[in-house]
């Protein structure tokens, strides 16, 4: 059974940069695997942030950006904002099925 | 605007059946992908589905295989998920999505006695 890793939990000043990032059992992270991002809020459905590694939706913040990072797919938060405090998620593909991390709380303190 | 309104969502016994649907709009529907995903309370997101814009290519989750089905009607820009043989962890909100970009707000199943 293939599992995605995410960090459980980070915390970053507001202001501070943060990177969040998705590893998988089955071996480097790359390209191919379209990785996703996602925040979700308390009781909201989630939004997506980052689709295929890097690119970004229109509604994405500028301060979001997706990366490849040493076998990872990173998500990275530049200038946090007290808003950007909630769960993310990341999301890859296995050439059909589609598997989530288990989530980054991330808390702006 | 796109829109992804979930519908059929309750509470049903161990064992039982529900359908799930998925109404579509402000995109062409039979140009996409669609998916299921859920997320049981207090936990995270887990991808149960997806079918092909023409229903060609299928896909589960082994959580669900054999149990769930995935269907779509492009006539109707509708989505479904036939969830049969139901267990209480399959109690979740069940979300319809592109996936990469447009979700819906989702409808809770709660499977219980």
């Known amino acids: 059974q293939t599992v995605v890793t995410q960090e459980p939990s980070l915390t970053v000043s507001p202001g501070g940069t943060v990177t969040l990032t998705c590893a998988s059992s089955?071996?480097?992270?790359?390209?191919?695997?379209?990785p996703n991002w996602f925040q979700q809020k308390p009781g909201q459905a989630p939004r997506a942030l980052i689709y295929?590694?890097?690119n970004k939706h229109s509604w994405t913040p500028a301060r979001f950006s997706g990366s490849l990072l040493g076998g990872k797919a990173a998500l990275t938060l530049s200038g946090v904002q007290p808003e950007d405090e909630a769960e993310y998620y990341c999301l890859l593909y296995y050439g059909g099925p589609w598997v989530f991390g288990g989530g980054t709380k991330l808390t702006v303190l | 605007e796109v829109q992804l309104v979930e519908s059929g969502g309750g509470l049903v016994k161990p064992g039982g059946s529900l359908r799930l649907s998925c109404a579509a709009s402000?995109?062409?529907?039979?140009?996409?992908?669609m998916n299921w995903v859920r997320q049981a309370p207090g936990k995270g997101l887990e991808w149960v589905s997806s079918?092909?814009?023409?229903?060609?290519?299928?896909y589960y989750a082994d959580s669900v295989k054999g149990r769930f089905t995935i269907s779509r009607d492009n006539a109707k820009n509708s989505l479904y998920l036939q969830m049969n043989s139901l267990r209480a962890e399959d109690t979740a909100v069940y979300y319809c999505?592109?996936?990469?970009?447009?979700w819906g707000q989702g409808t809770l199943v709660t499977v219980s006695s």
């Open positions: 402000g995109f062409t529907f039979s140009s996409y992908s």
């Open positions: 089955t071996g480097a992270v790359t390209s191919g695997y379209y």
């Open positions: 079918i092909s814009s023409s229903s060609s290519y299928i």
């Open positions: 999505a592109r996936v990469v970009d447009y």
């Open positions: 295929s590694t890097s």
